[in-house]
């Protein structure tokens, strides 16, 4: 509960709210196999919507979309890997071709990964988050453009990391994920003169597989649920940005104070290489 009121982003949490916004539409939801996409698509189907469940991993979309269709819910499962071009064009082609009017996508599947820029594997950490965080989702993005028309919605969930000052060891991280965000923003300008909206979400620590190496049990974090009640808030009201209330203070931080931001960082990342040499 302290978590939800210190960090939260604004959230959709009525039921009847969402239902009326998202009954009897098809949404596609990427990354609902695990954590935060999947408590999206529940929140969804919940909602009446026709959810569209993209991932790697068939097994635990397949038992998504059986809970869904056990509740009475609606729900498609499309396995695909946004990281590989081919696949993602073979989703795109079923997409259109099953689905040629999409109201929403969820664009939510992404890898977080904290290694130092002088580790060895930090090249092949860059790729991998580019294609998993940028190229892979804006690719998915622009090839189903046409299926999107008036009054679609693009939502990217994204991290409050993405705003200055970026965080020591994240640069593989925070660098894709700003990348794809200011690229939709750009994509945003344009195809809203086509009636489609995009809004990018900004969470915070959320505890999920993808964060569990980063927080210990009192670190302060959101559920997955509530995170999802902030990803669904950008279907219920027309916002290009959903952001926790101390984020445009940071923002504003990064800009003011830049050296007393770049020293802070300095000194997290001596602490860091210090703790290091201890163990
Ligand atoms: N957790 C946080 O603290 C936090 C904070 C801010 C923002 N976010 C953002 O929230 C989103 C969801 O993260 P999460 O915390 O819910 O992580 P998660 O539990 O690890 O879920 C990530 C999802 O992305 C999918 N995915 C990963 N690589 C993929 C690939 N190559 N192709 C297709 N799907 C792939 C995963 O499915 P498969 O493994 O089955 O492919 C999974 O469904 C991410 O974009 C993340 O950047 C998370």
Known sequence: MLARLLLSPPACRDAALLRRAVAGQTILVTGASFGIGREVALLLAEADAKVLLTARSLGPLQEL???????????????????QPAEVEALIQRLRAEHPKLDAVVS???????RSAYSASEKRDLE?????????????????????????????VSTVSVKPPGGPRWGSYQGSKAGF???????????????????????????????????????????????????????????????????????????????????ALGLVERLDRWQERRR
Not at 65 to 83: K, M, P
Not at 108 to 114: D, F, K, M, V, W
Not at 129 to 153: K, Q, T
């Open 65 to 83: 979309a059986d809970l869904i269709a056990a509740r009475g819910g609606q729900a498609e499962v499309y396995r695909a890997d946004l990281a």
């Open 108 to 114: 939510n599947a992404g890898r977080s990964i904290r």
């Open 128 to 156: 991998r988050s580019l294609a998993i965080n940028f190229s892979g989702p804006a690719a998915l993005i622009l090839g189903l453009l046409p299926s999107l028309g008036s009054g679609s919605v693009i939502v990217n």
């Open 181 to 263: 965000d200011l690229w939709l923003a750009c994509l945003g300008a344009e195809v809203q003169a086509s009636g489609v909206r995009v809004c990018s979400v900004y969470l915070p620590l959320t505890r999920t597989r993808m964060s569990a190496p980063t927080y210990s049990a009192a670190t302060l974090a959101l559920s997955a649920r509530d995170a999802a009640q902030s990803v669904v808030d950008a279907l219920v009201r027309p916002v290009s940005r959903i952001a926790p209330w101390w984020l445009a203070w940071q923002e504003l931080g990064a800009l003011l104070f830049p050296n007393v931001m770049r020293r």
